[in-house]
């Protein structure tokens, strides 16, 4: 299968700012986070790969193509920027088919996608109202309305959580798992790393401009093996448990809290442990009531590579 | 060891008195309106025109002198030149009850045409984006929601112009003046034109208020200091040509009403008004033979001061109403 | 293209330049008024060439200008402003196309209203040189609106800031000063050849002293060079365009 996105030493300066920084990388189609925190390059990655800046040094391209200066190319992109803005003067319905048509669509077919597009986000209700009356929420959706009426094969969201209601977040986060599922590629840029997470697996970490890691989340804290992961485990007869565990598994360290009931166990090799714990258990005589892993999720990782350096 | 408290620490000294408030609109408006390079040029250029006033000052100073028998130098020629060649030489031959009309002349041209224009481009620069930048970035919200009433609100952005027009205006007026008695015979000169600092101030105020409050009161009406800019403008340059148009008219000539369309003509006839230069036109006009003095064309306005000034105050009036009705917009349910 | 141009349309319709357009042209037709209501300047020929030369100065050359520097400079700016932007680079239309689209509507947008209320002028002053004249003097409109609307895009598109008074700097020094000069400097000036339009259509007594100022190109020269000053602007805007990066402010 040929590659989404290809980046080859892609760097981009603003003045002596560097916005990315040599990043080379080849992303598949699938969905996919964008995570990073504010200044990270989130914002200057997805401008590049969507035409709207130039590499400083290396290339980048997409579906195989450059896409600085080719319009074609936004056929099969949809892109939803972070900024709040709009033709506020302009209904919901007016602005989604304007772009709609700007895409190629003819006059007919652009009105009948908007509004289908538009009631598929949940904007039907308010589709006819002018943009300029909406809430945050209805804005939101409208903007992720006009990045898919032309049904594009990459669809690239940049922040589209950001503002929005839980209501709004869980319809969109139910929107992109939908569009995943359909076969859609979807590259959704963010710094809130549980939200994404609902969303995918697959993550492309950035920071300071360049790439940290990219691939599954599970994949990527197996390999951080300097890092132990942290199990915790919610038990009677704690004391008991911990001296066995310390005894016949590969644990590298035990914290005990017995006010709690818990157990916190540090282990480079968590299937190892995992696939122990039961018999151990049984032999302690102590009684798991819960198993945790606290950072065998994107929080823990994130924080890991950022701060290995 | 104590456990020192390291939260927030209520200010237990005295708060700046209410009336002072807006000058901290004020400061930051001038501090964030300097970061502009071509203001800061603007501001230098300013002085060019005192490499002129300055020796023209001394010229007249000079030339009545009675210890120098200078009626054929230099700096005679350069006085005749500005004044006219009757009204130079009677002012030579009586200094003493000329100096403060030739003074009024010389200071109401500076007042009518180098700072007058500098003035407005000052503005230009300065005062479009004061309010409109707060509309845009709803920062009305941020500056109600301390002790501050419109009132002090106003105050602080209309300083902020008010301050960058009086380098270009006040200052160098002052500083000439300052120049002009130093280049002077003697101090006694201080006596002759006592009157003239206090004309300096109000011709400052003539110049500056009503086009600053106009220029404030479009910045309120929009989010994009742009059209602010454009609209004070297209107000100049519209309201200049239509002044030329109208006086061209036979049927219109003489109509003591044709100043409205110019801010800058009605600033003028003020501005005269405030320098008295009428008598010193008047007189001019009876010692040169045809009857039209050469520092009429200069200084004379036909438009009545009165009028132009009442129609200034007019418009700095309506201004303050705009500007007091969009500042209080945000607060009206 | 025309999708662009027609939300080009809507945005002019909206907000609040509507007003100062709205303004700007009936200050004209006001002024036309008071000096209709004065009576006579000086009757005959020479009465017919006064008022011929204020609505050149008053239309083609003062307010198609001013506004063409207001709606012109802001063809591309006010997207980045109001960073709307995005929606129109990333879409498949190539961004000349975009700046193409909302030149084409600028000019009708400029050109309807101010015809109208040049119309309303020359009626108010009684119709002076015919309906020749106002065939000039409309013709001489649309070539103020299409051409310094051009020159106003580039200057936009060129400069991120600062563009109203380049625009002015512009308007001051080579429409308002050198096409006064009895020089060949004055062929560098736009109103040269909108007033050499003017001449040519209507048949209008112009004093020889007059005649060295205002300008005597032909018909055809003054049409060509027109058209070619349109051309290269919007060619060289359209280029710019696609060449250059288009930022927009991130969000705090």
């Given at each position: 299968?040929?590659?989404?996105?290809?980046a080859?030493?892609?760097?981009?300066?603003?003045?002596?700012?560097?916005?990315?920084?040599?990043?080379t990388?080849?992303?598949?189609?699938?969905v996919?986070g964008?995570?990073?925190?504010n200044g990270a390059?989130?914002?200057?990655f997805?401008k590049?790969?969507?035409?709207q800046l130039r590499?400083?040094?290396g290339?980048?391209?997409?579906?195989g193509?450059v896409?600085?200066?080719?319009p074609g190319?936004?056929r099969?992109?949809?892109?939803?920027?972070?900024?709040?803005a709009?033709?506020d003067?302009l209904?919901?319905?007016e602005f989604?088919t304007?772009?709609?048509r700007m895409?190629g669509?003819?006059?007919?077919?652009?009105?009948?996608?908007?509004e289908e597009?538009l009631?598929?986000v949940?904007?039907?209700?308010?589709?006819?109202?002018?943009?300029g009356?909406?809430?945050?929420?209805?804005?939101?959706?409208?903007?992720v309305a006009?990045a898919?009426?032309?049904d594009?094969a990459?669809?690239?969201?940049?922040?589209?959580?950001?503002?929005?209601?839980p209501?709004?977040?869980?319809?969109?986060?139910?929107l992109?798992?939908r569009?995943g599922?359909e076969?859609?590629s979807?590259?959704i840029s963010s710094?809130?790393?549980?939200?994404v997470?609902?969303?995918t697996?697959e993550?492309?970490l950035?920071y300071g401009?360049?790439?940290l890691?990219?691939g599954?989340?599970?994949?990527?804290?197996?390999?951080?093996?300097?890092?132990?992961?942290r199990?915790?485990l919610?038990?009677?007869?704690?004391?008991?448990l911990?001296?066995?565990l310390?005894?016949?598994l590969?644990?590298?360290g035990?914290?005990?809290d017995?006010a709690?009931?818990?157990?916190?166990?540090h282990?480079?090799?968590?299937q190892?442990f995992?696939?122990?714990?039961?018999?151990v258990a049984?032999?302690?005589g102590?009684?798991?009531?819960?198993?945790?892993?606290?950072d065998?999720n994107?929080?823990a990782?994130?924080?890991?590579?950022?701060?290995?350096? | 060891?104590p456990?020192?408290?390291?939260?927030?620490?209520?200010w237990?000294g005295?708060?700046?008195?209410?009336?002072?408030r807006w000058?901290?609109?004020?400061?930051?408006?001038?501090?964030l309106?300097?970061?502009?390079?071509?203001?800061?040029?603007?501001?230098?250029l300013?002085?060019a025109?005192l490499?002129?006033f300055?020796?023209?000052?001394?010229?007249?100073?000079?030339?009545t002198d009675p210890?120098?028998?200078?009626?054929?130098?230099?700096?005679a020629?350069f006085?005749r030149a500005f004044?006219?060649?009757?009204?130079?030489n009677?002012?030579?031959?009586?200094?003493?009850s000329?100096r403060p009309?030739?003074?009024?002349?010389i200071f109401s041209?500076?007042?009518m045409?180098?700072?007058?224009f500098?003035?407005?481009l000052?503005?230009?620069?300065v005062?479009?984006p004061l309010?409109?930048q707060?509309?845009?970035?709803?920062?009305?919200?941020?500056?109600?929601?301390k002790?501050?009433?419109?009132?002090?609100?106003l105050?602080?952005k209309a300083?902020t112009?008010l301050?960058?027009?009086?380098?270009?205006s006040?200052?160098p007026?002052?500083v000439?003046?300052?120049v002009?008695?130093?280049?002077s015979?003697?101090?006694a000169?201080l006596?002759?034109?006592?009157v003239?600092?206090p004309?300096i101030l109000?011709?400052?105020?003539v110049?500056a208020l009503p086009?600053?409050?106009?220029?404030?009161?479009?910045?309120?009406l929009t989010?994009?200091g742009?059209y602010?800019?454009?609209?004070w403008?297209?107000?100049?340059m519209?309201?200049?040509?239509?002044?030329?148009?109208?006086?061209?008219?036979p049927g219109?000539?003489?109509s003591?009403?044709?100043?409205?369309?110019?801010?800058?003509?009605?600033?003028?006839?003020?501005?005269?008004?405030v320098?008295?230069?009428?008598?010193?036109?008047?007189l001019?006009d009876?010692l040169?033979?045809?009857g039209?003095s050469?520092?009429?064309?200069?200084?004379?306005s036909p438009?009545?001061?009165?009028a132009?000034l009442?129609y200034?105050?007019g418009?700095a009036?309506?201004s303050l109403?705009?500007?007091y009705?969009r500042?209080?917009?945000p607060?009206r349910? | 293209?025309?999708?662009?141009a027609w939300?080009?349309?809507?945005?002019?319709?909206?907000?609040?330049k509507?007003?100062?357009?709205?303004?700007?042209?009936?200050l004209?037709a006001?002024?036309?008024?008071?000096?209709?209501a004065?009576?006579?300047?000086?009757?005959?020929?020479e009465?017919e060439?006064?008022?011929?030369?204020?609505?050149?100065?008053?239309?083609?050359?003062a307010?198609?200008?001013?506004?063409?520097?207001l709606?012109g400079?802001?063809?591309?700016?006010?997207?980045l402003?109001?960073k709307?932007?995005?929606y129109?680079f990333?879409?498949?239309?190539?961004?000349?196309k975009?700046?193409l689209?909302?030149?084409a509507?600028?000019?009708?947008?400029l050109a309807?209203?101010?015809?109208a209320?040049?119309?309303?002028?020359w009626?108010l002053?009684?119709?002076?040189?015919g309906?020749?004249?106002?065939?000039?003097m409309a013709?001489?409109?649309?070539?103020s609106v299409a051409?310094?609307?051009?020159i106003?895009?580039?200057?936009?598109v060129?400069f991120?800031t600062r563009?109203l008074?380049?625009g002015?700097?512009?308007a001051?020094?080579?429409?308002?000063?050198?096409?006064?000069?009895?020089?060949?400097v004055?062929?560098?000036?736009?109103?040269?050849y909108l007033?050499s339009?003017?001449?040519?259509?209507?048949d209008?007594?112009?004093?020889?002293e007059?005649?060295v100022?205002?300008g005597n190109a032909?018909?055809?020269?003054?049409?060509?060079?027109?058209?070619a000053i349109?051309?290269?602007?919007?060619?060289?805007a359209s280029?710019v365009?696609?060449r250059?990066?288009?930022?927009?402010?991130?969000?705090?």
């Amino acid at each position: 299968m040929p590659n989404l996105i290809e980046a080859r030493s892609l760097t981009k300066l603003y003045g002596v700012v560097i916005g990315v920084n040599d990043v080379t990388l080849d992303l598949p189609p699938g969905v996919r986070g964008l995570l990073g925190p504010n200044g990270a390059g989130k914002s200057t990655f997805l401008k590049l790969i969507t035409g709207q800046l130039r590499p400083t040094e290396g290339e980048v391209r997409v579906f195989g193509e450059v896409p600085w200066n080719n319009p074609g190319l936004f056929r099969r992109i949809g892109f939803c920027p972070e900024q709040d803005a709009f033709y506020d003067f302009l209904t919901g319905l007016e602005f989604v088919t304007a772009l709609a048509r700007m895409g190629g669509l003819p006059a007919g077919e652009a009105r009948r996608r908007a509004e289908e597009t538009l009631r598929r986000v949940g904007a039907a209700d308010y589709m006819n109202r002018k943009i300029g009356g909406y809430s945050k929420g209805m804005r939101q959706r409208t903007k992720v309305a006009q990045a898919l009426v032309h049904d594009p094969a990459l669809f690239i969201l940049d922040e589209p959580l950001t503002g929005t209601d839980p209501i709004g977040r869980h319809d969109l986060i139910e929107l992109v798992k939908r569009l995943g599922a359909e076969g859609k590629s979807i590259l959704i840029s963010s710094h809130v790393l549980h939200e994404v997470q609902a969303m995918t697996e697959e993550f492309l970490l950035i920071y300071g401009g360049r790439v940290l890691a990219s691939g599954n989340v599970h994949e990527i804290r197996g390999l951080m093996n300097e890092y132990p992961h942290r199990i915790t485990l919610r038990c009677e007869n704690g004391r008991a448990l911990a001296h066995v565990l310390l005894r016949d598994l590969p644990v590298s360290g035990v914290e005990l809290d017995e006010a709690a009931g818990t157990v916190a166990v540090h282990t480079r090799d968590p299937q190892g442990f995992y696939a122990g714990l039961p018999d151990v258990a049984l032999r302690a005589g102590a009684r798991i009531r819960e198993v945790l892993s606290q950072d065998d999720n994107l929080d823990a990782v994130f924080r890991y590579l950022v701060t290995r350096d | 060891m104590p456990i020192f408290e390291l939260g927030y620490r209520h200010w237990e000294g005295a708060l700046t008195p209410a009336w002072k408030r807006w000058a901290t609109i004020t400061r930051a408006g001038v501090a964030l309106a300097f970061r502009s390079k071509v203001l800061r040029r603007l501001l230098f250029l300013a002085w060019a025109p005192l490499l002129y006033f300055g020796p023209l000052f001394f010229a007249v100073g000079y030339v009545t002198d009675p210890a120098r028998g200078v009626r054929g130098s230099d700096w005679a020629s350069f006085a005749r030149a500005f004044l006219g060649t009757e009204l130079a030489n009677r002012f030579m031959n009586d200094p003493a009850s000329l100096r403060p009309h030739v003074w009024s002349a010389i200071f109401s041209h500076f007042f009518m045409y180098s700072q007058g224009f500098l003035t407005f481009l000052v503005l230009t620069i300065v005062a479009p984006p004061l309010i409109s930048q707060d509309v845009r970035s709803k920062a009305f919200l941020l500056y109600f929601s301390k002790p501050i009433t419109r009132v002090e609100y106003l105050l602080g952005k209309a300083g902020t112009a008010l301050f960058c027009v009086s380098l270009v205006s006040l200052l160098p007026g002052v500083v000439l003046y300052a120049v002009s008695i130093a280049l002077s015979p003697s101090m006694a000169v201080l006596a002759d034109t006592f009157v003239t600092l206090p004309r300096i101030l109000t011709a400052s105020l003539v110049v500056a208020l009503p086009g600053t409050l106009l220029v404030l009161a479009f910045s309120s009406l929009t989010s994009d200091g742009r059209y602010a800019t454009f609209a004070w403008i297209g107000v100049w340059m519209l309201g200049e040509m239509f002044f030329r148009i109208l006086e061209q008219v036979p049927g219109l000539q003489g109509s003591g009403w044709l100043f409205l369309p110019s801010i800058r003509e009605a600033s003028n006839a003020v501005i005269g008004g405030v320098f008295e230069v009428d008598q010193v036109v008047a007189l001019a006009d009876r010692l040169n033979a045809s009857g039209r003095s050469q520092i009429r064309a200069m200084l004379h306005s036909p438009y009545s001061p009165a009028a132009a000034l009442v129609y200034l105050l007019g418009l700095a009036g309506l201004s303050l109403a705009v500007l007091y009705r969009r500042i209080s917009a945000p607060m009206r349910v | 293209m025309a999708t662009v141009a027609w939300l080009q349309l809507r945005q002019m319709l909206a907000g609040k330049k509507v007003w100062m357009l709205t303004i700007f042209l009936l200050l004209p037709a006001g002024l036309s008024a008071l000096i209709a209501a004065a009576g006579e300047w000086r009757g005959g020929e020479e009465e017919e060439l006064l008022k011929a030369i204020y609505l050149f100065m008053v239309y083609p050359q003062a307010v198609c200008l001013l506004l063409a520097l207001l709606y012109g400079t802001s063809l591309l700016n006010a997207e980045l402003e109001e960073k709307t932007i995005t929606y129109l680079f990333t879409r498949p239309v190539p961004r000349w196309k975009v700046f193409l689209g909302k030149y084409a509507a600028l000019v009708p947008w400029l050109a309807a209203p101010s015809l109208a209320s040049l119309t309303g002028s020359w009626l108010l002053l009684g119709r002076p040189g015919g309906a020749a004249l106002l065939g000039g003097m409309a013709l001489a409109v649309l070539g103020s609106v299409a051409v310094y609307g051009a020159i106003f895009g580039l200057v936009g598109v060129v400069f991120r800031t600062r563009t109203l008074v380049i625009g002015v700097l512009y308007a001051v020094i080579f429409e308002f000063f050198l096409s006064f000069l009895p020089a060949v400097v004055s062929a560098l000036s736009v109103t040269h050849y909108l007033r050499s339009v003017v001449l040519k259509v209507t048949d209008l007594e112009v004093p020889e002293e007059v005649l060295v100022i205002v300008g005597n190109a032909s018909l055809l020269e003054s049409a060509g060079v027109l058209g070619a000053i349109a051309l290269a602007a919007v060619g060289l805007a359209s280029f710019v365009c696609t060449r250059r990066e288009y930022v927009v402010a991130e969000q705090l």
